[in-house]
């Protein structure tokens, strides 16, 4: 059985940085793709960043690059978001998504993705 837990939001203004936390039980990342993603009030659901375990190569929405970094603890049993320059438009709530095969399709796909945490809120005041 996986578990993901994220943790770390909160509300904050307009630049500041916030860090979110997952962490996994019943699954590893280092074997494992994870991902971010995030859903606002009457929005569709979008991906944030996604983490490979080949390679450890990084993949983000067009939204937050250079802004957002994706990665692994060294208990591999964890996955950050480092948030930084925040936006109003980055008001949602955010979610960790583990799939149930190590190789899946799209990485920006949320169907690919079978497990998913409860999210965590994150407020950006102007």
């Known amino acids: 059985q996986v578990q993901l837990v994220e943790s770390g939001g909160g509300l904050v203004q307009a630049g500041d940085s916030l860090r979110l936390s997952c962490a996994a039980s019943?699954?590893?990342?280092?074997?494992?793709?994870g991902a971010w993603f995030r859903q606002a009030p009457g929005e569709e659901r979008e991906f944030v960043a996604a983490?490979?375990?080949?390679?450890?190569?990084?993949y983000y929405g067009d939204s937050v690059k250079g802004r957002f970094t994706i990665s692994r603890g060294d208990a591999k049993n964890t996955l950050y978001l480092q948030m930084n320059s925040l936006k109003p438009e980055d008001t949602a709530v955010y979610y960790c998504a583990a799939p149930r095969d190590r190789a899946i399709g799209p990485m920006s796909d949320w169907r690919q993705y079978h497990y998913w945490g409860q999210g965590t809120q994150v407020t950006v005041s102007s």
């Open positions: 983490l490979s375990w080949i390679g450890d190569h990084t």
């Open positions: 019943g699954r590893t990342f280092s074997e494992y793709v």
